[in-house]
């Protein structure tokens, strides 16, 4: 088992208080759309997109900003964390403005996403993913939601196909058309809606 690198700034100021993730980037946003994710580039590149309510006064949004930064500085691979965005927005909720911050941060591959969180954030090849140690256990479901155990021989059919696996509640935003997805989880517009903090396999072509 590798050791992970968990971010205290990341995982206090932003998971602690902040849950809810957009699919978009924030700039000159008034309003978001509130959905908990990621979305996955082609390259390979992760990018959280968070958007929290940032009403108290002993928080600030330079203040948070420049927490970020500096744990991202901090961390093994220069240039591979990407601070996009930290600012102030406004969210409609209920029919209510509520000050929120939102904050958009780029990996360069799920590998710097899983050492800088602590979570699994897999992207490659079927083949890739089995020789990384990634068992591809349990009931399988295709875009028709019909079920299926994928067995050796269909893993090898398909171990050119790109993968997709996580360990976090989330939606996540995927870049290519889903073949078959651990059965529990949703798809919506493209989008894979999870409902466990274990694996969750996302196999597209």
Do not use: W
Not at 116 to 125: A, I, L, M, Q, R
């Amino acid at each position: 088992m590798r050791k992970t690198r968990k971010s205290g700034v990341f995982l206090a100021c932003l998971i602690l208080f902040c849950q809810v993730f957009v699919l978009t980037g924030c700039t000159g946003r008034s309003s978001a759309q509130e959905v908990t994710g990621l979305a996955v580039s082609k390259d390979g590149k992760i990018t959280a997109t968070i958007v929290e309510p940032f009403d108290k006064d002993y928080y600030t949004v330079d203040g948070l900003k420049t927490q970020i930064e500096e744990e991202i500085a901090s961390y093994e691979n220069a240039g591979a964390i990407t601070l996009e965005t930290a600012e102030e927005i406004t969210v409609e909720n209920e029919g209510q403005s509520v000050k929120s911050v939102c904050v958009v941060i780029e990996y360069a591959t799920g590998e710097d996403y899983r050492k800088f969180n602590g979570k699994t954030c897999f992207y490659g090849t079927v083949e890739e993913a089995r020789n990384s140690g990634f068992a591809f256990d349990g009931e399988f479901v295709n875009a028709k939601g019909e079920k299926k155990e994928l067995g050796l021989t269909d893993l090898t059919q398909m171990k050119d196909f790109k993968v997709l696996i996580v360990e976090e509640d989330m939606t996540v935003s995927i870049p290519g058309k889903m073949q078959y997805m651990t059965a529990g989880a949703e798809l919506k517009n493209n989008s894979i809606i999870t409902h466990s903090e274990e694996f969750t396999y996302v196999i597209m072509k």
